[in-house]
């Protein structure tokens, strides 16, 4: 089957065809890639943008229509604005756990009783990636509910959930 053209796949992209998504990914993820990866510097984040981007762009029918332009250079400015968001929200993030890690801790019961426990408890936390560890703090140090920490790290839910409970398996493992 031969390459379909530029208007093809324009077409075929606004339709919300699957075959035409297949191809501008095939076609377009180099480009994509390194278009992320010039904002973020890191090529595990830049994948993962080009994937949210992409999946952005899917799960919004109307997200596309040939009036935007050529496929390749929404889809780049989707993959771009893409990084950028993730790379305030990386930033949001790095402050608030700069901030946390500056203030004195409040509530001592997580580990209060046993002053070495408490400092194996706190090497491991630190341990842990920002993500991770800053919801953590928050929920057991600060007492914020999950829905709270939610907003003020500006993170869906869902997401402050799961890093809560990665970072609470890692605290598990790292002090059995």
């Excluded at 377009?28 to 994937?51: C, E, I, K, M």
């Excluded at 993730?86 to 930033?91: E, F, G, L, N």
């Excluded at 002053?115 to 600060?142: F, M, N, S």
Aim: net charge positive.
């Amino acid at each position: 089957m031969p390459e379909p053209d530029d208007e093809a796949l324009a077409q075929g992209f606004a339709a919300h065809e699957r075959w035409a998504f297949d191809e501008a990914y095939r076609r377009y993820r180099p480009l994509l890639y390194s278009a992320a990866f010039n904002v973020l510097g890191n090529a595990d984040d830049a994948q993962d943008t080009v994937h949210d981007a992409l999946a952005r762009v899917w799960r919004s029918p109307n997200a596309y229509s040939r009036a935007r332009g050529a496929v390749r250079s929404f889809l780049v400015v989707c993959v771009r604005n893409e990084a950028i968001s993730r790379r305030r929200s990386q930033a949001r993030r790095l402050r608030l756990a700069e901030r946390v890690a500056a203030e004195p801790v409040v509530h001592e019961e997580l580990g209060a009783g046993d002053p070495i426990e408490r400092d194996r408890l706190r090497g491991a936390l630190a341990k842990l990636p920002p993500e991770q560890r800053v919801p953590l703090e928050l929920a057991y140090y600060e007492g914020k509910t999950h829905t709270e920490i939610a907003a003020e790290l500006r993170e869906p839910l869902g997401t402050v959930k799961s890093r809560i409970a990665i970072g609470l398996r890692k605290l598990g493992a790292a002090l059995a």
